[in-house]
């Protein structure tokens, strides 16, 4: 069965099974500090913090599926106050991805795109630990470059952020 991206509605089963993998995913991630990467994920991608983005009509959820499993997950976010200052007409930014293999990453980016044309939008941004490198590459692959953007270093870990955009 191929792999396919949708958008997920926020639901007790989503998000036990979203918050179970951003601590895995996170806690994996920071190997060097394991409860630095549960802690963030607790401040980010909990339960409480999945159920408030549900009322916030500017921020979406999309998941990689195979069939009926749910694989990976990443946040779009169109609001105009996490995009300003990026000198783009209609950007969206992408950030908390939690993935397992690379083609997953693929198959979110692939849809998130589509998602963007459809939209009309003109530019696409995410936002990557450095020390993810699995990420950082396959971003590079689909054609992201990287781009400064002031605050590169994340409060809540002390690691420094990757700003990769692409126009559509």
């Not at 408030?52 to 500017?58: G, H, P």
């Not at 990026?86 to 795109?113: C, M, S, T």
């Amino acid at each position: 069965m191929s792999k396919i991206a949708k958008f997920v509605v926020i639901i007790n089963d989503n998000v036990i099974w979203m918050e179970e993998k951003a601590l895995q995913f996170y806690a994996d991630l920071f190997v060097n500090s394991k409860e630095t990467g549960e802690k963030y994920a607790r401040e980010n991608l909990s339960s409480q913090q999945l159920f408030k983005i549900q009322n916030d009509f500017s921020v979406e959820m999309l998941m990689a599926y195979d069939g009926e499993n749910p694989l990976s997950f990443m946040k779009l976010n169109s609001s105009r106050l996490s995009n300003q200052n990026l000198d783009a007409n209609k950007p969206i930014g992408i950030n908390h991805i939690v993935y397992f293999n690379r083609e997953d990453i693929a198959v979110l980016f692939k849809r998130a795109e589509e998602v963007a044309l459809q939209r009309k939008h003109d530019f696409i941004w995410a936002k990557a630990f450095e020390i993810d490198i699995t990420l950082t590459e396959e971003l590079k692959s689909l054609g992201y470059e990287e781009f400064y953007y002031e605050n590169d270093v994340n409060q809540d870990t002390n690691e420094k952020q990757l700003y990769f955009k692409k126009s559509v």
